[in-house]
Structures are given as structure tokens and as C-alpha cells.
């Protein structure tokens, strides 16, 4: 039986150049591609994929919320990260969120493929170049507290916060998420003051810096 697949890569380039490597396999599937992570979630959901590689920076929803969704939701499937990024909050927090794998974009296809039959095996795969860093981070932080968007602001207020930085107003952010006007403002205000902001403008620079969006 094939290992299906979805690629989540706002990059149509990469996302199709990939798709055509990992079509070559004769045990794999592509079932779908996602160019934001709201789609990628959606997807998953209706697809049920064993596998997603998901890239980390993703617009609409990043790749850590999108993760953590779809393994709140299926915890049978296999979600890869796959970024140019090997800071540590993106490594930690996708990880957190529910990712069996971390695979850096400069790495090699054969890199990628192993990390692909690793998870399926119910194994997790991390790029050699940032092995050591995790296990030493994981064991350093035991005795710490973090203080970042992801332990400060709850799951909505992130995807919150995204969608203001990206530049949707108040209407189009209730319309994604399917709540009212009145609740979306609850929201900005709550994360204002938890993060003792004062305009869109410092907003969206707080959410560029810890890597909710990459705009």
C-alpha cells in the first residue's frame, strides 16, 4: 500500500518540484497540495493522508497552528516540517505542536524520503544539523519557563494575531474563522494587553519576530 502524501508549501515551485521527485516513488502518494495552512488543515481532514510536509512559514495559518490542529485532530497522522529556518523556537515549537519530523529545505531529496519512511514506521526524524541542538535545548529547559507567543497567547488568539499582521480587518478575520465582529475584537484586545501592545503596527512586528508570519 502507497504512503499518501500532502504537501503543504506556499512556494509553488518547491511544492510542484517536490511533488514530482516523490511521484517518482513507486510507494508514494501525492494526494493533495496546500498553498496556506488553513488549506492544508482542511485538506488533511478530509483526506486523511498518513503523511504532511509541511512547510513551517505558511500564510493564512502558519505551519505550528496548522500542525497542531491536524494532530489535535488525527494524532495517526505523520506531520514533517520542512523549513529553511533551524532556530530554535521554530524546531521546538513545531515539535511541541505534534511533528514527528524537521527537515531543513536545504537538505537533500534522499533526506527527505528517509525522514518520510522514518515517521511511518512511528519513528521522528530531525536533521542531523540540528540533533544535538534539540536534545541539549530539551534538557536545558527543563527547569525553565519560555515566554513566547506560543505560551502567552492561546491557540485562537495566534491565529488572531496572524491574520491582523497579514492585513485582514476585523469583517474578513470573522469570516475565516466563523465567529462574530464582537468576538474578534474581544480577542485583539485581550492579546494587547497580554502583550502590552498599542497599535496594529507593534502587533505586527511581535508576530514577524516569533515567527507566527513571515510578512
Not at 36 to 57: I, S, W
Not at 78 to 106: N, R
Amino acid at each position: 500500500m502507497k504512503v499518501r502524501i500532502i504537501l503543504a508549501e506556499d512556494h509553488t515551485i518547491m511544492r510542484e518540484g517536490l511533488r514530482t521527485l516523490l511521484e517518482k516513488q513507486q510507494n508514494f502518494e501525492v494526494v493533495a497540495e496546500a498553498g496556506d495552512g488553513r488549506t492544508a488543515v482542511r485538506l488533511t481532514q478530509e483526506l486523511l493522508p498518513d503523511v504532511v510536509v509541511m512547510d513551517v512559514n505558511m500564510p493564512d495559518l502558519n505551519g505550528i497552528e496548522a500542525t497542531r490542529q491536524i494532530i489535535t485532530d488525527n494524532p495517526g497522522i505523520k506531520v514533517i516540517a520542512l523549513s529553511m529556518y533551524s532556530d530554535k523556537q521554530f524546531i521546538v515549537e513545531m515539535l511541541q505542536a505534534g511533528a514527528s519530523g524537521y527537515v531543513l529545505k536545504d537538505a537533500a531529496f534522499e533526506e527527505i524520503l528517509h525522514a518520510i519512511n522514518c515517521v511511518v514506521k512511528g519513528q521522528t526524524y530531525l536533521s542531523p544539523s540540528i540533533t544535538t541542538f534539540v536534545l541539549k535545548d530539551y534538557l536545558q529547559q527543563s527547569s525553565k519557563v519560555d515566554y513566547t507567543a506560543f505560551s502567552i497567547l492561546t491557540d485562537r488568539e495566534r491565529e488572531v494575531l496572524q491574520l491582523i499582521a497579514e492585513g485582514k480587518t476585523t469583517k474578513e478575520i470573522a469570516s475565516i474563522l466563523h465567529v462574530s465582529t464582537k468576538t474578534i475584537e474581544t480577542h485583539r484586545q485581550q492579546i494587547m494587553k497580554k502583550l502590552n501592545s498599542h497599535s496594529i503596527a507593534e502587533l505586527t512586528k511581535y508576530a514577524i519576530r516569533e515567527g507566527i508570519t513571515s510578512v
